[in-house]
């Protein structure tokens, strides 16, 4: 490859995922140096809830191993569950999820974790906005003739474009490595230095929230 396309690849391939049993959102952007986001490819892999628990987790496991083989993404960023939702909400959450990390562990992906408040604040500037809302922004953000549907394929894109943002500081100084979100918790991220823009200030206060447990409904909530 010469030096010409080298320069035009993408810094990072990311991977989005939206975890939900009847609906699992994945999407797919490439974010190059100067945090430019483009789609990659953005879908959904729906389940019945009539067929067997095994059945719809290997479902959902397959269509994330297809993608990851395909699409090689260098990290996958997927929605923190929480558990302030209903039990049944939380379990079938849980159930996608998991097979989902274990699908980009057994590639060796790396895998980040975002709280669905971080995700809102990190495309709208408000941690509590709503599907509506981080649709329209995804769509801007990306340059998309039309906003994805259903909403769970626009939560994960919108969880791709938190993580390439986050980790590389969004270009203004605001560093965003030292707090990478995990099932665990998260470290609070510190601003490098002042004139952080009203996304940003929104986005440290969803991180400040998460922390505490008072994260507001998911992106991606089912």
Same mark, same amino acid.
Not at 61 to 80: C, G, K, S, T
Not at 155 to 173: E, M, P, Q, Y
Not at 202 to 221: C, D, I
């Given at each position: 490859? *010469?030096? !010409? ?18 609906? +699992? *959102? ?6 190059? #140096?100067?945090? @430019?986001?483009?789609?990659? /490819? ?7 809830? #009539? ?8 479902? $959902? ?5 297809? =993608?990851? &083989? ?21 379990? %079938?959450? !849980?159930? #996608?999820?998991?097979?989902?990390? #274990? ?9 980040? =974790? ?5 995700? @809102? ?9 709503? @599907? !509506?809302?981080? %649709? ?21 894109? !919108?969880?791709? $474009? +938190?993580?390439? =943002?986050?980790? %590389? ?15 665990? *918790? ?16 929104? =986005? ?7 922390? &505490? ?6 992106? %991606?909530? /089912?």
């Amino acid at each position: 490859m *010469g030096s !010409a396309a080298r320069a035009q690849a993408p810094e990072q391939v990311i991977l989005g995922v939206d975890p939900g049993l009847t609906r +699992c *959102g994945f999407g797919v952007v490439d974010m190059d #140096a100067t945090r @430019k986001a483009s789609l990659v /490819r953005v879908g959904v892999a729906g389940t019945q809830a #009539a067929d067997s628990l095994d059945a719809r987790v290997l479902h $959902i496991q397959e269509h994330a191993l297809a =993608w990851m &083989r395909e699409l090689r993404p260098d990290v996958m960023a997927i929605e923190r569950v929480f558990a302030q939702e209903s039990v049944n909400t939380v379990i %079938g959450t !849980a159930h #996608a999820s998991g097979v989902v990390i #274990a699908a980009a562990a057994s590639l060796g992906i790396p895998v980040a =974790w975002h709280t669905p408040s971080e995700a @809102k604040a990190a495309v709208t500037g408000d941690g509590r906005a709503d @599907k !509506a809302s981080v %649709g329209r922004m995804v769509t801007r953000i990306l340059g998309l003739e039309a906003m994805p549907r259903p909403a769970d394929a626009a939560d994960a894109l !919108a969880l791709a $474009i +938190c993580h390439g =943002w986050r980790s %590389g500081g969004l270009g203004t100084g605001y560093d965003m490595t030292a707090g990478v979100q995990t099932h665990q *918790g998260s470290i609070p991220a510190r601003a490098t230095r002042t004139g952080l823009t009203p996304a940003q200030r929104a =986005w440290r206060e969803a991180e400040r929230s998460g922390r &505490r447990g008072a994260g507001s409904g998911g992106v %991606g909530r /089912r």
